[in-house]
Nanobody, 125 residues
Framework: QVQLVESGGGLVQAGGSLRLSCVASGLTFSNYVMAWFRQPPGKAREFVIGLSRSGGSTHYADSVKGRFTISRDNAKNTVYLQMNSLKPEDTAVYYC??????????????????WGQGTQVTVSS
């Protein structure tokens, strides 16, 4: 079965950095748009950043532009989220998600086929 497993979350001070990883199995990874979503405490899940199947196209939420980057290694079935200049408002559970056979990077959680279990990121002020 399909599995997405995130890692790399933790506690960091404001201004710091973290790198999240998501390893996929049970699917043809290169056929999927990959994205990161997050869910802050008491709020809805929101799109953070997405990457096309080839890695050539990226779409960001305005709140993370210039601070977060996404990359993928199709040979390792892994997508990464590099988070720099972290702010307390970045505190959330971060999820990776896979959207099959798409050309565009979609931003609604309802459009994604598979999800990881999430990893907690906490940014202290």
């Amino acid at each position: 079965q399909v599995q997405l497993v995130e890692s790399g979350g933790g506690l960091v001070q404001a201004g710091g950095s973290l790198r999240l990883s998501c390893v996929a199995s049970g699917l043809t990874f290169s056929n999927y748009v990959m994205a990161w979503f997050r869910q802050p405490p008491g709020k809805a899940r929101e799109f953070v950043i997405g990457l096309s199947r080839s890695g050539g196209s990226t779409h960001y939420a305005d709140s993370v532009k210039g601070r977060f980057t996404i990359s993928r290694d199709n040979a390792k079935n892994t997508v990464y989220l590099q988070m720099n200049s972290l702010k307390p408002e970045d505190t959330a559970v971060y999820y990776c998600a896979a959207d099959r056979d798409r050309v565009v990077i979609r931003t609604s959680p309802n459009d994604y086929d598979y999800w990881g279990q999430g990893t907690q990121v906490t940014v202290s002020s």
